[in-house]
């Protein structure tokens, strides 16, 4: 009896791993088939060259550049945002604050990422956008800026809490070593536990840059729809994710190549964050440090 729950459990654990196998490789088919079917009508080198992002108007064109650059601009903000305001909630509670204090302020940081994206997106538009207006004139009402400091706040918790995880598993060895040679509590966090717990930092701010990059309501609430080449953070963008959207509510006949475009703009940011996971993985081979 023993033995036949073993291999139930043996089995279940390896259809679960099957599945998830198999879903990824369904929507990388599904993906490459479409896009393929969309660069059959489409040159790819204007794909990737031509400025203009115009496919849904009279005067087509399908450069990916105007919804490239809204997506890294808008990621650049919140990662610029969340990154020292992230590490410095991860120092604190890690090296500075009581373990009573740490114990009940981690859960609420946590809360942030589960507040649902489209109450950020009417909280961009509605009260940040409005702020930001009251002291930089001509901002748009729709910007990427707001957007991004948004996205920001969301992805807080991604940085402070994987980031504090590995501070608190540096090695006690590490931290009373330096304050043996005369280490200020500053020094022993900054020269002695971030370089320590380097890779676990490096990790959480990649996945938090994957995040920002896959963000779909908040850019399409507060940033707007218009595609447009430009690092202005103060004017109206699209992002890959918001364009898809723009599409997939309905108003675009199904297999038609303005439809297909859907499927070359999710190709590409597959491909980025693919990309980012795979350098993520690779950084946590290479720098992690192992303590007996």
């Known amino acids: 009896m023993r033995k036949l729950k073993e291999l139930v459990i043996e089995r279940s654990l390896l259809l679960s791993a099957l599945i998830t196998i198999a879903v990824t490789v369904g929507i990388v088919l599904v993906l490459s088939i479409e896009a393929v079917n969309f660069f059959s009508e489409v040159s790819i080198i204007d794909f990737i060259t031509d400025p203009e992002w115009t496919p849904l108007f009279s005067d087509k064109h399908f450069g990916i550049l ?12 919140a990662i610029a945002f969340a990154v020292p305001v992230g590490l410095s909630i991860s120092i604190y509670l890690s090296e500075y604050a009581p373990k009573s204090f740490r114990r009940t302020i981690k859960p609420l940081l946590e809360l942030l990422a589960a507040v649902p994206t489209v109450v950020y997106g009417f909280f961009a538009l509605m009260v940040v956008t409005p702020f930001l207006q009251s002291f930089i004139p001509g901002m748009s009402s729709f910007n990427s800026l707001s957007a991004g400091l948004v996205m920001g706040i969301m992805i807080i918790p991604y940085i402070s809490s994987l980031s504090e995880d590995a501070l608190h598993a540096v090695p006690n060895s590490l931290r009373e070593a330096a304050y043996g040679m005369g280490s200020t509590r500053l020094q022993n966090s900054f020269r002695v536990m971030v370089p320590a717990a380097s890779s676990g930092i490096i990790v959480s701010i990649i996945l938090a840059i994957s995040r920002a990059i896959g963000e779909t309501m908040i850019v399409a609430i507060a940033a ?30 199904h297999d038609s190549l303005e439809y297909k475009t859907i499927f070359a703009a999710g190709i590409t940011l597959f491909v980025f964050t693919f990309l980012l996971n795979t350098i993520s993985y690779r950084i946590r081979k290479k720098f992690q440090e192992k303590y007996e």
Request: proline fraction near 10%; hydrophobic fraction near 40%.
């Open 224 to 253: 707007g729809q218009q595609p447009r080449l430009t690092f202005d953070p103060t004017v109206p963008v699209e992002t890959i994710t918001a364009y898809i959207v723009q599409v997939s509510l309905g108003d675009v006949q």
């Open 66 to 77: 105007p919804l490239l650059s809204g997506t890294l601009l808008t990621s650049f903000i």
